[in-house]
């Protein structure tokens, strides 16, 4: 019998768009929804639609001050602020009007609501995996909103599942960027949580970012020294990979980090977001990754994801080539769930060398264990 996976979606995602001539519209979802049911005919064998509800305050403010939540709800009602550099970069307005696009704070609170619903349904074991398809804001902080994302709705699932009383998470981000909204969440505390009558553990979230070497990519954060601080030292790891690297890179960072750091941290729940802006075709990064790649991805997070009895949330939105994105992100899912599509539709007439990168990528593995041995037995 076939394990059905929960698939979160609502279609009003679509206003998740940043306006024409922006790198992140929100025509992406319709095209994914579209291209995946076409390719796999059985697809209501293989999954479960569920349509989410949206975030309300209490969820926002796990991690977003209340200045900031009520700035982005009246500039996106249309209300005109003198100081929306204070909460926001210009990339997130829409280049046409020079304001943040009307609507877009409800779509985000649909988002939002999209991965907390996806994380209820494997918290609460009426599925094992579940996927949000338009989760991973990852680059939102918690007073200000940058790189296409409003809230980020990495942090509030992580914080909520704590809330819940999980005890170690594990977030894998597989995005090109690095997560730096999500990294500052957990840098100087670990997850460590404040909740009545329970006193948290050191280093209760693992964040682990697997990215473009951040000196050729924004958001010029994510280097090798940047491990957290305080009780939160030791469980951020940032892996740079450079321009280039291509799947012989990709599987060796997971072979040599990612692995071992799963297997000795024991992840209850594991949460992966990121979508298909590390392919070579990609039209804001300069990563190598191929088709075949992303599927390897999703094979290795099913694969990790025995750590914690088959528990893993997977959230998907990234990805600036939208003749590439259906592909990868199918392929991805592919992976994670074994799915039985056939495999001459992700065929790619040219493509990088698969061992392209991998040369300085085990530098940079070398020096990161060497870094990492102080805090974890597996590299020792």
């Known amino acids: 019998m076939i394990e059905k996976t929960a698939l979160v979606y609502n279609p009003e995602i679509k206003n ?176 460590t949580l404040s909740v009545p009558n329970y006193h948290a553990e050191r280093g209760r979230v693992l964040f682990i970012d697997l990215h473009q070497d951040p000196k050729t990519l924004y958001p010029g954060t994510g280097f090798l020294n940047e491990i957290g601080s305080g009780k939160g030292e030791g469980f951020t790891i940032n892996i740079p990979l450079p321009p280039g690297a291509s799947d012989f890179a990709y599987q060796y960072c997971f072979e040599k980090i990612i692995f071992p750091l799963a297997k000795e941290f024991k992840p209850e729940i594991i949460i992966r977001n990121g979508g298909s802006d590390p392919h070579f075709k990609d039209s804001l990064t300069q990563l190598g990754l191929t088709l075949e790649g992303f599927k390897m991805i999703g094979k290795n997070i099913r694969k990790l994801a025995e750590f914690c009895d088959g528990k893993e949330i997977d959230l998907i939105a990234s990805g600036y080539n939208l003749k590439i994105l259906p592909f990868a992100w199918t392929n991805l899912i592919s992976g994670l769930l074994n799915l039985p599509i056939d495999e001459k539709i992700f065929k790619e007439k040219i493509s990088p060398q698969k061992n392209s990168g991998l040369k300085e990528t085990k530098e940079i593995i070398k020096e990161l264990t060497r870094i990492l041995q102080k805090y974890w037995k597996c590299f020792k």
């Open 16 to 191: 998740y768009s940043f306006g024409k001539g922006h790198p992140f519209t929100g025509e992406r979802f319709e095209i994914f929804m579209k291209f995946l049911k076409e390719k796999l005919p059985a697809f209501n064998d293989y999954f479960v639609g569920v349509k989410p509800r949206s975030a309300n305050e209490g969820d926002l403010r796990l991690f977003h001050s209340k200045e900031y939540i009520e700035a982005m709800k009246k500039a996106s009602e249309g209300e005109i602020l003198p100081n929306i550099f204070q909460y926001t970069t210009i990339d997130n307005l829409d280049p046409s009007t020079g304001y943040l696009p009307r609507g877009i704070e409800e779509a985000t609170r649909v988002l939002v609501g999209t991965t907390l619903t996806a994380a209820k349904l494997v918290f609460e074991g009426s599925f094992k995996k579940a996927i949000s398809i338009g989760g991973g804001l990852h680059h939102a902080k918690k007073s200000f909103g940058e790189g296409f994302c409003v809230y980020n709705d990495v942090v509030i699932c992580a914080k909520k599942l704590l809330n819940w009383g999980l005890k170690r998470i594990l977030i894998l981000d597989t995005d090109a960027h690095a997560g730096n909204g999500t990294k500052e969440a957990f840098y100087e505390d670990g997850g």
